[in-house]
């Protein structure tokens, strides 16, 4: 079993930041890549960043440049650096771990950009 806790969301204004945290716990497996995903409402779940396990990142079209994906293996745990964030960026942040044969989602962290 693999154990995903999210931590960090919350309101900010326009051109604020937030910092999310993503811990991962698991017994049998060793955890490869995490990353961070988002839905606002009506729209599709689309990519916020990536990493690899290795340290290699991805970062979606609309976030390159403002955020920021780190990781500590020894802890499991990966971080979102958000800075410059706009009302567009509101959504519900999930973190995806990745591990052989699958992977596992946490249960969602509210982040709203609002005045």
């Known amino acids: 079993q693999v154990q995903v806790v999210e931590s960090g969301g919350g309101l900010v204004q326009p051109g604020g930041s937030l910092r999310l945290t993503c811990a991962a716990s698991?017994?049998?497996?060793?955890?490869?890549?995490m990353g961070w995903y988002r839905q606002a409402p009506g729209k599709q779940r689309e990519l916020v960043a990536r990493?690899?396990?290795?340290?290699?990142?991805t970062y979606g079209d609309s976030v390159k440049g403002r955020f920021t994906i780190s990781r500590d293996n020894a802890k499991n745990t990966v971080y979102l650096q958000m800075n410059s964030l706009k009302a567009e960026d509101t959504a519900v942040y999930s973190c995806?771990?990745?591990?052989?044969?699958?992977?596992?989602w946490g249960q969602g962290t509210q982040v709203t950009v609002s005045s």
């Open positions: 995806y771990v990745d591990v052989p044969g699958g992977g596992a």
């Open positions: 698991s017994r049998l497996f060793s955890i490869n890549a």
């Open positions: 990493i690899t396990r290795g340290g290699s990142t």
